[in-house]
């Protein structure tokens, strides 16, 4: 009866197996020895590190296939099976069966007991005349995007000592992809639509601190300008951009151009299958990573889920948020029972420039969108005591809630030491501390690791004493 | 009508200028502009670090002053008084006031409204037959303590290149001080009367990477050898040790010998003043950092105060603890209100021999002294994800209660990025957190600075994997 035998056994389905996938995958494996799981990819790879790019093009990473994280072996010996260049084109959720087409042009069906949807993110290119070849989908030769171990390897071919790059985009991409290029000796020029870089990780002040640090490495950065077109007929070679204030137009010259302006969830499939999508436009799921389609969970960059601290669901775009959603969905997809979170934290860091950047939580103006007006509380301190060499200055700010002094955030720059001191505070946000409490820390301690009383703690003296003061006006 | 002039304006006393005694008056000054304050200073120099002595005897730190953290004339612009080389003979708690004895021998009485007992600890010498000159007081030639700037300085005249050092105790501070006598190229040898370095820090299976490093640098340690003599007449010269378990004797020729086997707070004054001392004989305060004698506080190693977790009264020993009672005390002494935590953490960290070392909360062997058999996670991982280049090895143990999972210790060792991932522990044992929450941490991760999944999530969820499996056995 081999209709009985293939039902004792669960069987898994994975579109996409990038580190959501790939993931899901292993912790599917853990929870059930006997399923039988098989992911999708329409990528060439399986799981490789998307956050490493930039320094495989770079060369800090000496070969691009050094950041694939699950290779084949490991997955045969897991019994998870991987089908490369294969494009899902449809889900039947009735009969719980998955059409795909193989690269040779083969389609297959797959069945499923559950069905996990990592199909991840595209990057998001703006409307810029002449961008992509033709008017169609296909970007101009010279234009990237940075998304695929693909995308790198055609920027690394371009990219070499004396050539002049344009990337548009200052947030946490394209300063990483800049920096990669300055390494590879390019002439780099950054083009942002907002004031400042990195607005959506941090304050304008603190994000100040890498914009000199940006300048202070010999590449430019023109802000408040929008990219309008980009010139050259079979090649791009020229990016057109226009200040936002003088609405003059500027000329910048490129033999390369990475355009670094965000991404957008590759929902198409969970539409089709009947998933909601949420006002990000993102698949909504629950605290087990279930949709509203049973048996059917979605992790990673395609879905939404609500910021802890101010409950909107948002997309986060971060790996580290991928991961734990698909430890979640990887282990009820395998029958079972783990919760996420009721919010997420949004801790993260990045360092291009020699410029340490890490921060948890929502930022000033993004508290202010929900109605807070933080108390905030900035120091400059050092990673080391005073008579010590080589300490580095290091910038906390602190947001509090103006009622009761709760956590909300926290930003950190600095040329060294700052990303592990972010981590006490996303623990602090976790537990829904307070400035009284955080102040109160025994924080690590010895002349060559941090000063007595570290900056973090100093910080949250700053609010107390912001509030008490408040409290003295009353 | 003087008199009544002099009572407006409050006069604090502090006993004792080191960190606890400088920090006191600090946040004293910071909470009253108007008081007079006074600090009584035994030794010849104001507020320096200790915790730096061992960098200022290896050369890191230029010159042994520049250690000293509040000079004189940052002292005068606050209006602290500080009279140096001066002892406190005794104090008249009736009336109020300090009797001292200047460097000169004059005599002075100085009265107070508030006092606040900062007198540190000493260094403690365990009975070993010639280490006193004459069996009096004063150690003998060649023969040292590390605790002040002429300690200091006195290894530093002996210790140079080819010179034999012995290192009497291999606690944080033996540690240390080895790690400076081998930098200036002296011959070191360690000897430790227990059966592994840092006990008091580490569980013994964390602490035997340290014995590692320090062997791979080719300086010795013996461990369960009891020192039992000091030859040599009017300068030392050969340290005699026997083994414990087998009795034997061994003798180790020393050109330089430091003792460092702990300390013992100076508890002398404050007896007399009437204060209660505990059961590990130091002061007894409560959580504004006041001793049973009314309007007498003490702080720093002088004192006992609970341990959050065991709720112990225990002497810490520690720079950071010292200043956060000093805080409390300054401010209460100058006539506000500020409090101590219920217990304090004890979050401590060294890194000498190129070993990192952080830890919080009570050790294994402490926490079952308490009744508690904690459940263990201890993990091997790396600094940074495994495909980029420079990543180290990182070991971390978590310790948690077996009935609910709460987080009561943490160790890591390493050699980078240790120190600041304990803070990330101390947050979590500040608020009462169990491994369950912790292992939902989203941890600050960008390919320069740190894995996806970071270890000290990983160590949370090892712990959570055993408590499961304990559960699904009952």
Not at 300 to 326: H, Q, R
Not at 352 to 369: D, I, K, M, N, R
Not at 405 to 432: C, F, P, S, T
Request: glycine share 10%; net charge neutral; proline share 4%.
């Amino acid at each position: 009866m081999p209709q009985r035998v293939s039902r004792l056994v669960r069987r898994i389905v994975i579109v996409g197996a990038g580190c959501g996938g790939g993931t899901a995958a292993q912790f599917a494996r853990k929870t059930d020895r006997a399923a039988e799981i098989t992911m999708v990819e329409r990528e060439n790879y399986p799981q490789y590190s998307r956050c490493g790019l930039p320094y495989g093009i770079s060369g800090i990473i000496p070969e691009l296939t050094n950041l694939i994280e699950a290779p084949e072996e490991r997955l045969k010996r897991n019994r998870i099976g991987v089908m490369l260049g294969t494009e899902v084109t449809s889900v039947d959720p009735g009969s719980k069966v998955v059409h795909a087409r193989k690269a040779d042009g083969v389609e297959v069906e797959i069945p499923y007991d559950c069905l996990v949807l990592a199909t991840g993110a595209m990057a998001w290119v703006p409307n810029i005349k002449g961008a992509f070849k033709d008017g169609g989908k296909e970007l101009k030769q010279g234009v990237f995007v940075l998304r695929t171990i693909e995308d790198a390897r055609g920027i690394q071919s371009l990219a070499s000592k004396g050539k002049r790059a344009v990337v548009v985009g200052a947030g946490l991409v394209g300063l990483e992809v800049a920096e990669a290029l300055m390494v590879r000796g390019c002439k780099v020029t950054i083009i942002e639509y907002l004031s400042n870089c990195i607005l959506a990780m941090v304050d304008d002040d603190m994000a100040q601190m890498m914009a000199d640090a940006i300048r202070g490495h010999d590449v430019k950065m023109f802000n408040e300008y929008e990219v309008t077109e980009i010139l050259g007929d079979d090649r791009a070679n020229c990016v057109v951009a226009v200040d936002r204030k003088t609405k003059e137009e500027r000329t910048f010259y490129a033999d390369l151009i990475v355009i670094a302006t965000g991404q957008r969830g590759e929902t198409r499939l969970a539409k089709q299958v009947g998933c909601d999508v949420g006002n990000t436009k993102q698949i909504v799921v629950d605290d087990r990573c279930e949709t509203c389609v049973k048996d059917v969970f979605s992790v990673g960059d395609c879905t939404e889920y609500p910021d802890l601290i101010t409950g909107t669901p948002t997309v986060s775009g971060l790996g580290t948020i991928a991961v734990k959603m698909a430890m979640v969905a990887g282990i009820n997809a395998a029958g079972g029972d783990e919760r996420l979170p009721k919010g997420f934290l949004q801790t993260r860091a990045t360092e291009p420039f020699g410029c340490q950047v890490a921060a948890v939580g929502p930022t000033s103006a993004q508290l202010e969108q929900h109605g807070i007006k933080p108390i905030i509380g900035k120091v400059r301190g050092f990673t080391l005591p005073d008579y010590f060499p080589g300490r580095k200055e290091i910038y906390v700010k602190v947001l509090a809630h103006p009622d009761d002094g709760k956590i909300l955030g926290a930003q950190i720059v600095g040329e060294d030491r700052v990303h592990m001191r972010v981590n006490a505070y996303a623990v602090a946000l976790q537990a829904g501390m307070t400035v009284h409490d955080f102040a109160q820390l025994e924080t690590a301690y010895c002349p060559p690791a941090a000063p007595t009383m570290d900056v973090i703690t100093i910080a949250c003296e700053a609010v107390r004493l912001k509030l008490a003061r408040g409290a003295a006006k009353n």
